[in-house]
Nanobody, 124 residues
Framework: QVQLVESGGGLVQAGGSLRLSCAAS????????MGWFRQAPGKEREFVGY???????????YYADSVKGRFTISRDNAKNTVYLQMNSLKPEDTAAYYC??????????????WGQGTQVTVSS
């Protein structure tokens, strides 16, 4: 059974940092894209970023404009875990954050597996 479990969410002041983790179990995802999405109350799910295996055994990362330069996605294949480092957080970053695994891309349709989400709240 494949599971993605996010952790690391919490309450932080504006300008602060958090690091989210997404631990995968049930299979390895080293060749799959791992993405992060978020959803604020009353809003649609929003793409945050993803990391994808590229030719030459390297990984490429892609980000939404709203988080570019502030958020960084990385992965540790030995731990089957992907991370979302969030710096310079803003109140508008407040949302439930979800990790996902699949083919990749900026929409949810590119992902087959989803975690249950972790809440991030940024106070002003």
């Amino acid at each position: 059974q494949v599971q993605l479990v996010e952790s690391g969410g919490g309450l932080v002041q504006a300008g602060g940092s958090l690091r989210l983790s997404c631990a995968a179990s049930g299979r390895t995802f080293s060749r799959n894209a791992m993405g992060w999405f978020r959803q604020a109350p009353g809003k649609e799910r929003e793409f945050v970023g993803y990391i994808k295996w590229s030719y030459g055994s390297t990984y490429s990362t892609y980000y939404a404009d709203s988080v570019k330069g502030r958020f960084t996605i990385s992965r540790d294949n030995a731990k089957n875990t992907v991370y979302l480092q969030m710096n310079s957080l803003k109140p508008e970053d407040t949302a439930a954050y979800y990790c996902a695994a699949g083919q990749g891309g900026r929409t949810g349709t590119g992902y087959e597996y989803w975690g249950q989400g972790t809440q991030v709240t940024v106070s002003s």
